[in-house]
C-alpha cells in the first residue's frame, strides 16, 4: 500500500501534471474565537456546523489540540510557532489603547509562505496591534487585508467603545471600507474569501488565513440562525448557537468556491478555536473544567481538525499545541523555517503517515509572572499524561451543556477571592485518566509535582518580559475611526 505521504507528493504531481497549476497546496487556516470544546458539532449533536464537520469527519480530528487560553496569544503563537512568553505576549490580550502588537522582528508563516510563491490573503480578526503600520497584517507577510484590527466589535455596525471612546473599525488594506456597515461580519468574511478564491491566480498557491469574529461577544446572529435552535429555552446559548451556524454557513461558502475553481483537490484546510468557551457567555467545555482566559483543560484545550491531500480520516489523541501549525505546514512544502529555533513541532509525518514518529510530549500552558505573587508565577505545563499547574487564577468549575437550562450562569465566589485561593496552586492531574481534572493526586505524586515544578522553573528562565504598555488616550478614534500612527 503506498503511504499516505508518499501518496500526497504523487497526487500533488499528478494534479500539477494534469491542471497546470502549483503542485504545492493551496493551505487555508481558519480560526473560531471563543469557540468552545462542546460547541462543534462532532462533540454536541445539538449543535448545527455540518460544513465543518463534514470537513472533519473526512480529515483529521485532534482531540488533544492546544490553543492559548486568550486572542491575541494564541493568534501571536498561531502566526510566529513560538510560545506567547518567548516573545512578551504572555500577559493576555492587546486592548484597543495598548502602545504595542506582534514583534516585528519575528518572520510569520505568511512572510514563509510568500517567500515560496504564495499569494497571502488574510480576512477578518486580526488583533496582534494597530498603533503602528508596523504591526499592521500587510507588514507581517500578507499581501492583503479585509477586516478588522481591534479584538472585538459590533458584528453589524463594526465600531468599538473603549473608555467612553467609539469609532469604526473595518478595512480593505489600510482603507476604511464603510460599505461593511450593516452587514453581519461572518457573511462579510465568507464573501470576500469566496472572491479571492474565484478569483486566485492559480499558477501561484494560495495562502488564505481566515480568523472570523464568530462567537465571540457581542452575542450576536441573524434571527434565521437562531430560529434553529428554538427549542432551547436558554436565550444566550440560542444566540452564541446561531453565531455558530452562521459561521459554518459561510465557511460552507468558502469549500463551494474551492470546489467551483477545482482547486479544493489540492488544498490544506485548518481549523481551530482561539481559546474555550467564555462560560456564562452561551459558550460550553463540558466536560472539561474551566473556561477562557484560564489555564484549566476547558480554557485551553480547542477543537481543531486538518482536512486535505495526504490525510486519512481519523481521530488522533496525541499532543498538538497551536505553535506546531507553523512548522507543520512548512513541513508538507519541504520548506524549513527560518531564523531561530522555535516552540513549535511538525508533526506532518504523524499526521500523514499515523506513524509513531510524533515528537510533541511537552506543552506549556502559559507562564506569567505577578507582583502579587513573585514567588508563585500563574503558570502550567503538562508532560506526557501528567499535568501539573504551579498556580491557576480565575474560573474554576464544570459547566454542564446549557441547552435546557433556564437561569443564567453565575461565578458564585468572588472573582478575587478565586484569584488568591490557595486551592488553586499545586494542582496535578492524570489527564489520561481524568480529563476533567476532579483529583489533585499532588501530594500522592510528590516527586513528580518537583520535577514538573522544577520544568516550569526552568521555562521561566527565558521568560521575556511583557511589552504592555499603559493604554494611551493618544489611541482613541480620530474622527470616529480607529486609525494607526499613534505609537
Request: glycine share 8%; aromatic share 10%.
Amino acid at each position: 500500500m503506498v503511504g499516505n505521504e508518499l501518496c500526497f507528493i504523487v497526487c500533488c504531481s499528478l494534479f500539477y501534471l494534469t491542471t497546470g497549476k502549483p503542485s504545492k497546496p493551496n493551505i487555508v487556516i481558519i480560526l473560531a474565537d471563543d469557540l468552545g470544546f462542546n460547541d462543534v458539532s462532532w462533540h454536541n449533536t445539538v449543535v448545527k456546523t455540518p460544513h465543518l464537520d463534514s470537513l472533519a469527519q473526512n480529515g483529521v480530528i485532534l482531540e488533544q489540540h492546544y490553543s492559548q487560553p486568550l486572542c491575541t496569544p494564541t493568534r501571536a503563537s498561531l502566526l510566529t510557532g513560538r510560545y506567547p512568553f518567548h516573545i512578551g505576549l504572555q500577559d493576555g490580550a492587546i486592548h484597543p489603547l495598548t502602545k504595542d502588537g506582534l514583534l516585528t522582528n519575528l518572520r510569520t508563516i505568511a512572510d514563509e509562505l510568500r517567500s515560496e510563491g504564495y499569494s497571502t490573503h488574510a480576512v477578518g480578526k486580526w488583533h496582534l496591534g494597530f498603533c503602528n503600520e508596523d504591526f499592521l497584517p500587510t507588514s507581517r507577510g500578507f499581501d492583503h487585508h479585509y477586516g478588522y484590527w481591534l479584538g472585538a466589535e459590533d458584528y453589524y455596525k463594526h465600531t468599538r467603545s473603549q473608555d467612553g471612546h467609539s469609532g469604526y473599525d473595518f478595512r480593505d488594506d489600510l482603507k476604511v471600507d464603510h460599505s461593511a456597515k450593516g452587514v453581519y461580519s461572518s457573511v462579510l468574511f465568507g464573501r470576500k474569501s469566496s472572491q479571492i478564491i474565484e478569483n486566485h491566480n492559480q499558477s501561484n498557491p494560495l495562502f488564505l488565513y481566515l480568523p472570523f469574529q464568530s462567537p465571540h461577544a457581542p452575542l450576536q446572529a441573524p434571527k434565521q440562525y437562531v430560529k434553529m435552535y428554538k427549542t432551547i429555552r436558554d436565550k444566550e446559548r440560542r444566540e452564541y448557537l446561531g453565531m455558530i451556524t452562521a459561521m459554518d454557513d459561510a465557511i460552507g461558502g468558502v469549500i463551494e468556491s474551492l470546489k467551483k475553481s477545482n482547486m479544493i483537490k489540492n488544498t490544506i484546510i485548518v481549523f481551530l478555536s482561539d481559546n474555550g468557551a467564555r462560560v456564562g457567555h452561551g459558550g460550553n467545555n463540558w466536560p472539561l473544567r474551566g473556561m477562557k482566559a484560564g489555564l484549566w483543560e476547558g480554557g485551553t484545550r480547542t477543537p481543531a481538525f486538518i482536512h486535505g491531500p495526504g490525510l486519512s480520516p481519523r481521530v488522533e489523541n496525541r499532543m498538538f499545541h497551536v505553535t506546531d501549525w507553523y512548522p507543520t505546514i512548512l513541513d508538507i512544502i519541504k520548506k524549513k523555517p527560518t531564523g531561530p529555533p522555535m516552540d513549535g513541532i511538525s508533526a506532518w509525518k504523524g499526521l500523514a503517515k499515523k506513524s509513531p514518529d510524533w515528537k510533541r510530549n511537552e506543552i506549556v500552558y502559559n507562564l506569567k509572572e505577578s507582583k502579587d505573587h513573585p514567588n508563585n508565577p500563574t503558570g502550567a505545563i503538562r508532560i506526557g499524561h501528567w499535568k501539573f499547574l504551579w498556580r491557576v487564577p480565575g474560573y474554576d468549575g464544570w459547566e454542564k451543556p446549557t441547552e435546557n437550562r433556564t437561569k443564567k450562569f453565575c461565578h458564585g465566589k468572588n472573582w478575587l477571592d478565586r484569584m488568591n485561593d490557595k486551592a488553586h496552586t499545586n494542582q496535578l492531574f492524570n489527564l489520561a485518566k481524568d480529563p476533567s481534572e476532579k483529583t489533585n493526586l499532588a501530594e500522592v505524586e510528590p516527586e513528580r509535582v518537583l520535577k514538573m515544578k522544577a520544568k516550569l522553573k526552568s521555562h521561566l528562565k527565558t521568560l521575556m518580559s511583557p511589552s504592555y504598555e499603559a493604554d494611551d488616550l493618544a489611541g482613541t478614534p480620530k474622527n470616529g475611526i480607529w486609525s494607526t500612527g499613534w505609537c
